[in-house]
């Protein structure tokens, strides 16, 4: 059963428009998200996070927006370069100490288009 | 390079074969992760490392999989009597935090391919 899921495999955008990545979970004790971002042959890489006691949190052309009532979060990017094309994906953990660990999303696969 | 490296970067191995993978993770940081990523879905957590203690080997699909970091810094994935099923791509990541869910750096991954 997929806690975290991304239901759209993929996503194309123009060039300098917005991308909307979106990303729902299921187990309500989740309490931190993040979102890395993907190259092919390549590992993923940080991009931003939220802790659930925040909505929106935003870094550079990159926000992340959390709806926890309907356990629901999005990655917007503004504006959206050819550069950004990629594989998104979402992880969101739980729990306390040492049994926190990350669950990850199927991924969505990005491609901005010139 | 200062980033986390892996190798070998391609395996391939014959149904049966033990395979070995190798992660350098970044100098000075505490916590190491193994996960797997399998064609079209997420990486699955695996194992983690708080220096060279495993404080978490509950991802391990089965006994075939053994991981170990005994000084702390580089670690070793190894499966034995590998089958198709494990075939995927192997991520190692690792993070300055004691925190499971900060930021971590993944290697470029193994690619493992079992026939």
């Known amino acids: 059963d997929q806690q975290v899921k991304q239901n759209s495999p993929s996503l194309s955008v123009q060039e300098g428009r917005i991308s909307i990545l979106n990303c729902d979970y299921t187990n309500s004790m989740f309490d931190y998200f993040l979102w890395y971002k993907k190259y092919p042959a390549e590992g993923p890489t940080f991009l931003i996070s939220i802790s659930s006691i925040k909505d929106k949190n935003e870094d550079g052309r990159f926000t992340v927006f959390l709806n926890k009532s309907a356990k629901h979060l999005s990655l917007h990017i503004v504006p959206s370069q050819p550069g950004d094309s990629a594989v998104y994906f979402c992880a969101a953990s739980a729990g306390a100490g040492n049994n926190r660990k990350l669950i990850w999303g199927l991924g969505t696969s990005l491609a901005v288009n010139p | 390079g200062a980033g986390v490296s892996q190798s070998p970067r391609y395996k391939v191995a014959k149904r049966g074969q033990d395979v070995a993978l190798r992660c350098d993770p970044i100098s000075g940081h505490v916590s190491l992760f193994w996960y797997q990523q399998a064609l079209g879905q997420g990486p699955e957590f695996l194992t983690y490392f708080q220096n060279e203690a495993q404080l978490d080997k509950s991802g391990l699909p089965s006994d075939r999989f053994f991981a170990e970091r005994p000084e702390g810094s580089v670690s070793t994935l190894k499966i034995q009597r590998t089958q198709q099923e494990d075939s995927a791509v192997y991520l190692c990541?690792?993070?300055?935090?004691?925190?499971?869910?900060?930021?971590?750096?993944f290697g470029p991954g193994t690619r493992l391919t079992v026939l």
């Open positions: 990541a690792s993070s300055l935090s004691l925190w499971r869910d900060n930021e971590q750096f």
